[in-house]
C-alpha cells in the first residue's frame, strides 16, 4: 500500500462486515476481510435512519438504492390498553423525514455492487487470527498477514463469548414474527407501533402497497396464533391492527426470531474490536439494531479520519472509540429493554385484574422525553 499504513481484519458475513470492510478500504487501509461470502439474502426489511441514508450515499451507494427505499414521516406509537396515541410528525419537528424503509435485497444489491477489489476476501475456514501485543496474526495456509486490528462483526463470532469482553446476554421469552402484506389502502408514509400487553406490533410500509409486521410476542400469544388456521389468523391480525391498513393478501408468518439482548463490558480486548450484533443486540422493537452497527462503523471512520492515526489497534484509539459509542448504545439498549419488559406473560391475569400496572408503565416510557429526544437525534445527526 502506497501509504504504509498497517492492514487491518474484518471478520463476519453479514451486511455490518461488509460496510466496514468497504469504510476500512475508502479510508485507505489494507483490508482482510475473513468471510464466508456476500450476506445471504433473505425477505426481510429493515427501518434505516436518515442520517444513515445520508451515509451510504456518501460512501457511494448507486442511485438505483436510493430509488428503492421508502419514506417514513410520520410513527404513530399505540398505547392499546389505556387507548392513547403519541405521534411524531416530521413536519411538526421540522424534519424531513423520520426513517425510511429498506428491503435487505436491495441493501444487499447496493452493496455487492460497490465491490471494491481492493479488499482482500479469504474464507473465515482458511484464517486463523492471533492477537498479540503489537498486531494480530492472521494466518491462511498460504500467507501470513499482520494486522495492527481485527473488527468482528457477526453475533455469534465465538471470540466474543470466550472472556475478555464481559459479556451479557438476557432473553426476552419473547418470539418476534416477521412476515408483509399487500395492501390497497392505508396511509403508506406512517410507521405504527402498537403496544399491548402480550406484545408488541409494528407496522412497517415498504412501499405503497406493501406492509411489513415485526410481531413480539410473549409465549402464550405465540402459541395462540401457532394454531390458528391461515384465515383465523388473518381475522385475528385485522383485529389487531384496527383497520390501519387493509389486508389484501394472505399472510405467512412463517420467519420468527427468538429476542434476547446482548451487552459487552467491553467491546475490545487486546487488538480485537467487537461492533455490530457482534457487540449490542437490542430488542427489535425501536428498529435500531442494524442502525447501531452502522454508526459503530461512521465512529471508527470519523476516529480514523482525525489527525495521523499510526495504529487503529492501540489502546489509545479503542479506548476513544469506547468512549464514543457508549451512550448512544446504553440509551437505545435501556429504552428498548424497558419497553420490551411491558409485555408480559400471563396476561389473561393482566386482564383479570383491573389495577394491572401495565398501560401506566408504557404511558410513562412514551412519556419519557429520552425517546422523543432520541427519534429526532436519529433523524437529524
Ligand atoms: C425481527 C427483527 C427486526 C429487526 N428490524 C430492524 C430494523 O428495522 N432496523 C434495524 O436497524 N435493525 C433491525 N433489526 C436488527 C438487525 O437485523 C441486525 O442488527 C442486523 O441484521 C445485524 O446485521 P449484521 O450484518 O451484523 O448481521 P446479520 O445480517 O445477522 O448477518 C450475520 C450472520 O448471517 C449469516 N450469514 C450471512 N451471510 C452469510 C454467508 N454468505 N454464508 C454464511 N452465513 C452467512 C451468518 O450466520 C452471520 O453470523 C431487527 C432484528 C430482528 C430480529
Not at 415498504?206 to 402464550?220: H, K, P, R, T
Request: with cysteine; glycine share 4%; charged share 25%.
Amino acid at each position: 500500500m502506497a501509504n504504509k499504513k498497517r492492514a487491518i481484519a474484518v471478520r463476519g458475513s453479514g451486511i455490518i462486515s461488509h460496510m466496514c470492510a468497504i469504510m476500512l478500504d475508502r479510508s485507505g487501509y489494507e483490508v482482510l476481510h475473513i468471510t464466508s461470502g456476500t450476506p445471504l439474502q433473505n425477505d426481510s426489511f429493515f427501518a434505516i435512519t436518515p442520517s444513515a441514508i445520508d451515509w451510504l450515499r456518501s460512501i457511494g451507494f448507486p442511485e438505483s438504492f436510493f430509488d428503492s427505499i421508502h419514506e417514513i414521516r410520520k410513527m404513530d406509537l399505540l398505547n392499546v390498553p389505556a387507548n392513547e396515541k403519541y405521534s411524531f410528525d416530521a413536519d411538526e419537528l421540522f424534519i424531513d423525514n423520520l426513517a425510511f424503509m429498506v428491503k435487505q435485497k436491495d441493501f444487499i444489491c447496493a452493496l455487492t455492487s460497490i465491490n471494491p477489489t481492493s479488499i482482500k476476501s479469504v474464507s473465515v475456514n482458511d484464517v486463523a487470527c492471533t492477537a498479540n501485543h503489537d498486531h494480530v496474526n492472521c494466518v491462511s495456509n498460504s500467507q501470513s498477514i499482520e494486522a495492527s486490528l481485527l473488527v468482528v462483526c457477526d453475533a455469534e463470532d465465538e471470540e466474543i463469548s470466550s472472556g475478555g469482553f464481559g459479556r451479557i446476554i438476557k432473553h426476552y421469552d419473547q418470539e418476534a414474527l416477521t412476515f408483509s402484506f399487500h395492501s390497497k389502502e392505508g396511509r403508506f408514509d406512517c410507521a405504527s407501533q402498537y403496544f399491548f400487553e402480550d406484545s408488541i406490533l409494528a407496522l412497517l410500509p415498504l412501499d405503497q402497497g406493501e406492509v411489513g409486521v415485526v410481531w413480539s410476542c410473549n409465549s402464550e400469544l405465540k402459541s395462540l396464533l401457532s394454531v390458528l388456521t391461515p384465515e383465523a389468523f388473518k381475522s385475528y391480525f385485522e383485529e389487531r391492527i384496527n383497520k390501519k391498513f387493509t389486508v389484501d393478501s394472505a399472510l405467512d408468518p412463517k420467519k420468527s426470531f427468538n429476542l434476547k439482548s446482548k451487552s459487552l463490558d467491553h467491546v475490545f480486548n487486546k487488538r480485537i474490536l467487537a461492533i455490530g450484533d457482534a457487540a449490542h443486540i437490542i430488542h427489535p422493537l425501536a428498529g435500531q439494531g442494524l442502525n447501531l452497527g452502522l454508526r459503530d462503523i461512521r465512529a471508527i471512520e470519523l476516529l480514523l479520519s482525525q489527525g495521523k492515526v499510526k495504529d487503529a489497534g492501540n489502546k489509545n484509539f479503542l479506548r476513544k472509540y469506547e468512549r464514543m459509542r457508549k451512550k448512544d448504545v446504553s440509551q437505545l439498549s435501556f429504552l428498548t429493554d424497558s419497553l420490551s419488559n411491558t409485555v408480559h406473560n400471563n396476561y389473561c391475569i393482566h386482564k383479570l385484574n383491573k389495577h394491572s400496572s401495565t398501560p401506566k408503565a408504557i404511558s410513562s416510557i412514551l412519556n419519557n422525553r429520552l425517546l422523543k429526544k432520541h427519534i429526532v437525534n436519529q433523524a437529524t445527526q
